[in-house]
């Protein structure tokens, strides 16, 4: 009896050893097929093929189309307009080369990581470069755009929201309101062609008015939202901002200098060791 039970105990065991051993195995072939140099290759090239593709079709159906059908979507069909009136294509769409590209980056960096500090920023870089591809993600989902159309002389808070993807709001109200004070147009010599223009408006958050003037290439900040100069109707009697609220605009500048500062010291420490070396 006890050398029944025995051998039903080794039995056990060794089901569950092999078990865990197919599962770590599993792990380990995944990690190789996803942290492979030729999948990072298939993804570059994929992706240029699908750029390449996309600027094709913006003749026919428009830019905002192009972003909206083939660089924001996971799965798309192409053409828009059917091969032969009936043959579309099904692709991979610019977020599932993302998502894939981001797979590929952390997969990598955990397959080749090492316990020196050549080692931590060479995490660290392939980090922070899945960091800048999701930031495109996360500011997809998180980025507000509109416009605001202020007539001389009176203040709004209203911003008439640009993004087709919210269908329950068409606009929204800012917690301060603009005002627009003056509007100058400066244009060509001997032409109505505007060369450049601004606006001198007067931001009212309660109590307080401060001043600021929007131009062109020349945006004003304020309470997380930018302002840009975008046109304006009715002679100049009116202008057009648009207004933008980015929460996560901060991130593409921190993933590039954190890869930045990664890449000096892996290549400074490759460095000083073979001079190390040499001696």
């Given at each position: 009896m006890?050398?029944?039970?025995?051998s039903?105990?080794?039995?056990?065991?060794?089901?569950?050893f092999?078990?865990?051993?197919?599962v770590?195995?599993?792990?380990?072939?995944?990690?190789?097929?996803?942290?492979?140099?030729?999948?990072?290759?298939?993804?570059?090239?994929?992706g240029t093929?699908?750029v390449?593709?996309?600027?094709?079709?913006?003749s026919?159906?428009?830019i905002?189309?192009?972003?909206?059908?083939?660089?924001?979507?996971?799965?798309?069909?192409?053409?828009?307009?059917?091969?032969?009136g009936?043959?579309?294509?099904p692709?991979?769409g610019?977020?599932a080369?993302?998502?894939?590209a981001?797979?590929?980056?952390?997969?990598?960096g955990?397959?080749?990581?090492?316990t020196?500090?050549?080692?931590?920023?060479?995490?660290?870089v392939?980090?922070?470069?899945?960091?800048?591809i999701?930031?495109g993600?996360?500011?997809?989902?998180?980025?507000?755009q509109?416009?605001?159309?202020?007539?001389?002389?009176?203040?709004?808070?209203?911003?008439n929201l640009?993004?087709?993807?919210d269908?329950?709001?068409?606009?929204?109200?800012l917690?301060?309101?603009?005002k627009?004070?003056?509007?100058?147009?400066?244009?060509?010599?001997?032409?109505?062609?505007?060369?450049?223009?601004?606006?001198?408006?007067?931001?009212?958050?309660?109590p307080?008015?401060?001043?600021?003037?929007?131009?062109?290439?020349?945006p004003?900040?304020?309470?997380?939202?930018t302002?840009?100069?975008?046109?304006?109707?009715?002679d100049?009697?009116?202008?057009?901002?648009?207004a933008?609220?980015?929460?996560?605009?901060?991130?593409?500048?921190?993933?590039?200098?954190?890869?930045?500062?990664?890449?000096a010291?892996?290549f400074s420490?490759?460095?000083?060791g073979?001079?190390?070396?040499?001696?």
């Amino acid at each position: 009896m006890l050398r029944c039970s025995a051998s039903m105990s080794e039995n056990g065991w060794k089901e569950d050893f092999g078990r865990r051993t197919s599962v770590d195995s599993l792990k380990t072939k995944l990690i190789k097929i996803c942290s492979s140099p030729r999948f990072t290759v298939f993804l570059l090239i994929y992706g240029t093929i699908l750029v390449f593709l996309s600027t094709i079709e913006q003749s026919s159906i428009g830019i905002a189309a192009v972003q909206d059908r083939y660089i924001d979507s996971f799965i798309c069909l192409y053409p828009a307009k059917p091969l032969f009136g009936f043959i579309k294509i099904p692709l991979f769409g610019g977020a599932a080369v993302g998502l894939a590209a981001i797979v590929n980056i952390l997969a990598s960096g955990f397959r080749y990581v090492k316990t020196n500090v050549r080692g931590f920023w060479f995490c660290a870089v392939h980090l922070s470069i899945a960091l800048l591809i999701a930031s495109g993600f996360i500011q997809y989902f998180t980025r507000v755009q509109g416009n605001m159309v202020i007539a001389q002389g009176t203040a709004t808070d209203i911003v008439n929201l640009s993004d087709p993807r919210d269908t329950f709001r068409k606009t929204l109200r800012l917690p301060f309101k603009i005002k627009l004070e003056q509007f100058d147009i400066d244009l060509w010599p001997g032409s109505s062609i505007a060369k450049g223009y601004s606006s001198k408006i007067a931001i009212i958050n309660g109590p307080s008015e401060q001043h600021f003037t929007v131009k062109m290439n020349s945006p004003v900040s304020f309470g997380g939202w930018t302002f840009y100069q975008s046109s304006y109707m009715h002679d100049g009697k009116t202008t057009v901002l648009s207004a933008v609220r980015n929460p996560a605009k901060i991130l593409p500048w921190f993933s590039v200098g954190v890869a930045f500062i990664g890449m000096a010291v892996m290549f400074s420490v490759k460095f000083l060791g073979g001079k190390r070396r040499e001696k």
